[in-house]
C-alpha cells in the first residue's frame, strides 16, 4: 500500500528525515570513523540507505521532494534507522497521509503514572481505579476496596473485573443484577477482542473464562459486542446496602490503553449517603 504527499506540505516529507538524519551520531548508529571527512554533520545518505535498506537514489529522491509515493514498510524502515522516538514516528507518518501500524501490546501490566496515582489518593470520597483495556486493575484508592473489593490482597493475576464477576462469589454477590452485568463484560471484552486480535493476554483471559464458566461461553457465543457509554450500575454492599451508581470513564491521554473508572452519585441521594456511611466505616484495606 502506498501514501501519497501533499503538496501544501512543501518538501516536510523530505526536509524531516533530512534534519533527524543530521541529528544522529554517526558512531552511535555503527558507523565507526572510516577516515573519510565528514561535510556533513550527522549520517551521510549513502549511511542512512544502509539502515534502512533502501538505495541511495530513493534517500535522494526523498529528501529533494522527488518521490510522491512511500509505502508504510519504507516509512517503517527510514523510522527504525533514524531512531525516531514514538512522537517522531506518528508525525512521519503523518507527513506521508498514513497511519502507523498499531503497536505491538506490552508484556505484562503497563506502569500508571506516579501524577495518576497522586490523583487516586486525593480522590478521597470517590470510588476510583485505573484499567487496562482487558479491565485488568492496575491501581485503585481506597474507596475502591470499600466499594469492591480488596484489591491489594489479590494475586496480580486475578486484579481483573471481568475475573472476578465471573470466578469470584463475593464480588459476584454485589451485583443487584448480575447477568446483565455480566453479559456487559461479555460484550465489552468482545468488542477488545475485536479490536486488538494480536493481544496474547486478552486471548488467554478468554480461553480460562471459557473452560471455566459456562454463563460465559453461552454469552460469548452471542457476539453481542459494547463500547464505551454512560453506565450506571447497582450494587448490594453488605455494609451499605443498595448503592446505584454513575460510572464515569476517563481516557489517560498519556496511556491511551489505560482508563480512569470514577463511580459518583448525585448529591443528597441514597446513594451518595451510602457511599458516605461506607467509607466512614469500611475497614482498612489489607494490601
Keep these: 500500500m502506498t501514501v501519497r504527499d501533499r503538496p501544501s506540505r512543501d518538501n516536510e516529507l523530505g526536509d524531516f528525515p533530512r534534519a533527524r538524519r543530521a541529528a544522529l551520531d554517526p558512531h552511535g548508529a555503527g558507523f565507526p570513523d572510516d577516515g573519510r571527512l565528514r561535510r556533513v554533520p550527522g549520517l551521510r545518505r549513502e549511511e542512512l540507505a544502509q539502515l534502512a535498506h533502501v538505495s541511495v537514489d530513493y534517500v535522494v529522491r526523498l ?64 470510588p476510583a481505579m485505573v484499567l487496562n483495556r482487558r479491565l485488568d486493575v492496575l491501581a485503585w484508592n481506597h474507596a475502591a476496596t470499600a466499594l469492591l473489593t480488596d484489591f491489594g490482597a489479590l494475586a496480580p493475576g486475578e486484579r481483573n473485573l471481568i475475573r472476578l464477576t465471573f470466578l469470584d462469589d463475593a464480588y459476584r454477590a454485589l451485583y443487584a443484577d448480575w447477568p446483565r452485568a455480566a453479559r456487559d463484560c461479555v460484550a465489552t471484552l468482545r468488542m477488545e477482542a475485536g ?3 494480536e493481544d496474547r493476554e486478552l486471548a488467554s483471559l478468554i480461553a480460562e473464562l471459557t473452560a471455566r464458566d459456562a454463563n460465559f461461553r ?38 491511551p490503553d489505560q482508563q480512569l473508572i470514577a463511580y459518583t452519585a448525585p448529591p443528597g441521594s441514597p446513594a451518595h449517603e451510602g457511599l458516605r456511611f461506607l467509607l466512614q466505616w469500611a475497614p482498612a484495606p489489607r494490601g
Design 63 to 126: 529528501e529533494q521532494g522527488r518521490t510522491r509515493t512511500v509505502s508504510r514498510p519504507v516509512l517503517d524502515a527510514l523510522a527504525d534507522a533514524l531512531r525516531l522516538a514514538p512522537d517522531e514516528r506518528a508525525y512521519l507518518f503523518a507527513l506521508a497521509d498514513a497511519a502507523p501500524a498499531p503497536a505491538a501490546p506490552p508484556s505484562g501490566r503497563p506502569p500508571v503514572d506516579p501524577q495518576l496515582r497522586q490523583l487516586l489518593a486525593t480522590m478521597h470520597d470517590v
Design 195 to 197: 479490536r486488538h486480535p
Design 218 to 255: 453461552a454469552w460469548w457465543a452471542d457476539h453481542r459486542v459494547r463500547g464505551p457509554r454512560q453506565l450506571t450500575k447497582t450494587y448490594v454492599h453488605p455494609l451499605a446496602g443498595p448503592l446505584t451508581l454513575d460510572v464515569q470513564q476517563f481516557t489517560v491521554d498519556t496511556r
